[in-house]
């Protein structure tokens, strides 16, 4: 009987082990999958600055950042919209 509980106890314990080594091994990669990401996304945003500062210069500066005033505008209409249908 003693040997049978010695037994499980190993056999539990060697079971955390495994799974905590798992766990660990999932995190280092999501780790790695996240800085990827987030490098690639700030490369994508420097190529997109670069790509409005550009356009701004060779339009004489009558570009300068139309997408943002797109998004200024359409805001006001956004939260207006949203008033409407809370009545």
């Keep these: 009987m003693r040997r049978f509980?010695?037994?499980?106890?190993?056999?539990l314990f060697a079971a955390l082990l495994?799974?905590?080594?798992?766990?660990?091994q999932q995190a280092q990669a999501?780790?790695?999958e996240t800085e990827t990401i987030i490098t690639r996304l700030s490369?994508?945003?420097?190529?997109?600055?670069g790509?409005?500062?550009?356009?701004?210069l060779l339009s004489f500066g009558y570009y300068d950042?139309?997408?943002k005033h797109l998004e200024e505008l359409n805001q006001p209409q956004g939260a207006a919209v949203g008033l409407c249908q809370v009545g």
């Design 5 to 11: 509980v010695l037994f499980a106890i190993v056999s």
């Design 18 to 24: 495994f799974f905590a080594w798992t766990t660990w």
């Design 30 to 32: 999501f780790e790695r």
């Design 43 to 49: 490369a994508e945003s420097q190529v997109e600055q």
């Design 51 to 56: 790509k409005n500062q550009l356009l701004e």
């Design 65 to 67: 950042n139309y997408s």
